[in-house]
């Protein structure tokens, strides 16, 4: 069973060193036991944030490869229920809405992310906080 679920800004702040949660990332990267599980909207968010770097982005690429990210496909088996999310929640992005998915069909997996912001107002079934991991807590 999965322990972890994967938003952007742990993945791009392990691998950019000038990102300002490079020191959270790191050292909370190092404490997991892969594989963490994530989403092509993920990926496509990072790669975007990690920007011209093609070394940051086959880092990133590489983690796919390597196994220490797992891809769970969405699309289009859950397109309703990121629908439903991205109208309950005006403001929340396409990114955000498939995370909350993935964190509704892993219940018992956290997710790993720099955005509490955000996550600690998203409900996901029966009005369930999302549970999560960022740079306020330990492991």
């Not at 929640?89 to 509704?104: K, N």
């Not at 996901?124 to 306020?136: E, S, W």
Request: charged letters at 20%; proline letters at 9%; glycine letters at 6%.
């Amino acid at each position: 069973m999965p322990g972890y679920i994967a938003d952007t800004g742990p993945l791009v702040g392990w691998i950019n060193r000038r990102d300002q949660w490079h020191s959270w990332s790191v050292a909370v990267m190092q404490l997991l036991e892969p594989p963490l599980i994530t989403c092509e909207a993920v990926i496509a968010e990072a790669v975007w944030q990690l920007g011209n770097s093609q070394e940051a982005v086959d880092q990133l690429y590489g983690m796919v490869e390597a196994g220490a990210l797992r891809i769970v496909p969405l699309f289009p088996e859950h397109i309703a229920h990121i629908r439903a999310l991205s109208a309950k929640y005006p403001q929340m992005d396409f990114c955000d809405a498939a995370v909350v998915r993935l964190s509704e069909m892993f219940p018992h997996a956290k997710v790993l992310t720099t955005d509490a912001a955000h996550f600690t107002i998203y409900r996901r079934l029966r009005n369930k906080p999302v549970p999560i991991l960022h740079p306020g807590d330990s492991p």
